[in-house]
Structure formats: structure tokens, C-alpha cells
């Protein structure tokens, strides 16, 4: 019995190995314009935010 799970295991072991070998390399994708509109967007938002929060409370000068 012992000897027989030894070679279930090996055999996982090795089917294991295999699927890591065959694994596809990732390919990165450029972004859409859409995409970079909108993030382009997000930071002007964020920007806008900051600004306003500034101009409430003149007496102090962090941006």
C-alpha cells in the first residue's frame, strides 16, 4: 500500500510540473483611450477636491 501512494504522489507531482511548463505567458494589453480618459478624469476630480478644500480654509497653505 505505502509503495502505491508513492506513486500517486509522484505522478501528481509530475502532472503538476507539467501544467506549470505549459502555463501561457501573460501579455499586457495597452489601455484604451477610454480608459485613459477617464483616469485622466479621476485625477482631475481628485485635484479639483484638493483645490476647493484649500480655498475653504485660507488660512492654511497645504496643498
Same mark, same amino acid.
Request: net charge positive.
Given at each position: 500500500?505505502?509503495?502505491?501512494?508513492?506513486?500517486?504522489?509522484?505522478?501528481?507531482?509530475?502532472?503538476?510540473?507539467?501544467?506549470?511548463?505549459?502555463? &501561457?505567458?501573460?501579455? &499586457?494589453?495597452? &489601455?484604451?483611450?477610454?480608459? &485613459?480618459?477617464?483616469?485622466?478624469?479621476?485625477?482631475?476630480?481628485?485635484?479639483?477636491?484638493?483645490?476647493?478644500?484649500?480655498?475653504?480654509?485660507?488660512?492654511?497653505?497645504?496643498?
Amino acid at each position: 500500500m505505502g509503495i502505491q501512494l508513492e506513486n500517486f504522489v509522484e505522478s501528481i507531482k509530475s502532472k503538476v510540473r507539467k501544467l506549470k511548463k505549459l502555463k &501561457k505567458p501573460y501579455i &499586457k494589453m495597452d &489601455k484604451s483611450s477610454s480608459v &485613459k480618459v477617464e483616469i485622466r478624469s479621476k485625477k482631475a476630480r481628485k485635484l479639483v477636491e484638493k483645490t476647493l478644500q484649500a480655498a475653504d480654509r485660507p488660512g492654511k497653505r497645504s496643498l
